[in-house]
């Protein structure tokens, strides 16, 4: 049984995380994108949506829940749903973060829903989160997260849409251990589902490894850098449709549309299915 109210007494709850923009690390993610970046320099702005290896929740050992997260009932209201994935976001980018400036986040839970779909039981948290550089305010995030239950023995076998077609820009990523080792690392990630094959198959019943939903959300807006290099990038929004595992590769997708400001993006995998779309808005 969900206690809706008691989840609901989260709304509102504040957290603050202060972090160093380092160029390590930001060569790092550079590299685990497979970019061919020259050596960041201090004041290079820091690209869309990098600011998700920032400011991390830094849990001590002994605070880590079985699943690998710091344990429910901190800043996240405890959930007693045992599958918990990022749905999608919508983010704005006023201006960039820098390399080697102080950043700071402060994010705050803005509500709790509870829904029951033909798959069981849902909750859905939407957390705020606002980026501050020296320069002020950098980036404003929108995150939604999901928690569900285990597929029953009778649960209906979901559907899903088909990829668009006819992309002019294409990309497939294969996603094996190794990169998803080194972006769990790069977003101090411990969810044991990226990396963890014997919980991920044998607990939580999937067929492989995850991949993250901010790797895929960062590999589409990597698409679109690598097509328009110039281009600035002012909001992206996205959304998660279905699991992508590391047992296939998948295909980051890109198309710009006729207005010259928006494009749109999207992931498909080995069976032709769509499993995330998004929509970045340039300046």
């Given amino acids: 049984m969900i206690d809706i109210d008691y989840l609901r007494s989260w709304v509102g709850k504040t957290e603050q995380v202060d972090d160093l923009i380092a160029p390590s690390k930001v060569a790092a993610l550079a590299a685990t994108l497979d970019r061919d970046d020259p050596a960041p320099r201090t004041g290079d702005a820091l690209p869309p949506p990098w600011h998700w290896t920032l400011c991390l929740p830094a849990a001590r050992q002994s605070a880590i829940g079985p699943d690998g997260h710091p344990a429910r009932g901190g800043f996240l209201p405890p959930v007693p749903l045992p599958r918990r994935m990022w749905a999608g976001g919508r983010l704005s980018f006023p201006q960039p973060l820098r390399v080697g400036e102080a950043v700071q986040r402060r994010s705050?839970?803005?509500?709790?829903?509870?829904?029951?779909?033909?798959?069981?039981?849902?909750?859905?948290?939407?957390?705020?989160?606002?980026?501050?550089?020296?320069?002020?305010?950098?980036?404003?995030?929108?995150?939604?997260?999901?928690?569900?239950?285990?597929?029953?023995?009778?649960?209906?076998?979901?559907?899903?849409?088909?990829?668009?077609?006819?992309?002019?820009?294409?990309?497939?990523?294969?996603?094996?251990?190794?990169?998803?080792?080194?972006?769990?690392?790069?977003?101090?990630?411990?969810?044991?589902?990226?990396?963890?094959?014997?919980?991920?198959t044998e607990v939580e019943g999937y067929?492989?490894?995850?991949?993250?939903?901010?790797?895929?959300?960062?590999?589409?807006?990597?698409?679109l850098r690598r097509n328009l290099p110039d281009a600035t990038i002012s909001a992206i929004e996205f959304r998660a449709v279905k699991p992508v595992f590391d047992i296939v590769a998948f295909t980051v997708c890109g198309r710009p549309e006729a207005d010259g400001k928006t494009v749109k993006l999207w992931t498909r995998d080995a069976e032709g299915h769509l499993t995330m779309d998004m929509t970045a808005s340039l300046a």
């Fill in 207 to 223: 067929p492989g490894l995850i991949v993250h939903g901010p790797l895929i959300a960062t590999l589409l807006v990597d698409l």
């Fill in 108 to 200: 705050r839970v803005m509500s709790v829903e509870h829904k029951s779909g033909r798959s069981g039981e849902l909750v859905f948290v939407l957390v705020r989160h606002e980026f501050h550089g020296a320069a002020g305010l950098c980036v404003t995030e929108e995150h939604d997260i999901v928690y569900r239950d285990m597929p029953g023995a009778v649960s209906p076998v979901p559907t899903y849409a088909n990829s668009p077609t006819g992309a002019p820009w294409e990309r497939t990523i294969v996603a094996d251990d190794v990169l998803l080792f080194r972006y769990s690392a790069l977003s101090f990630n411990g969810h044991r589902i990226h990396y963890d094959r014997r919980y991920v």
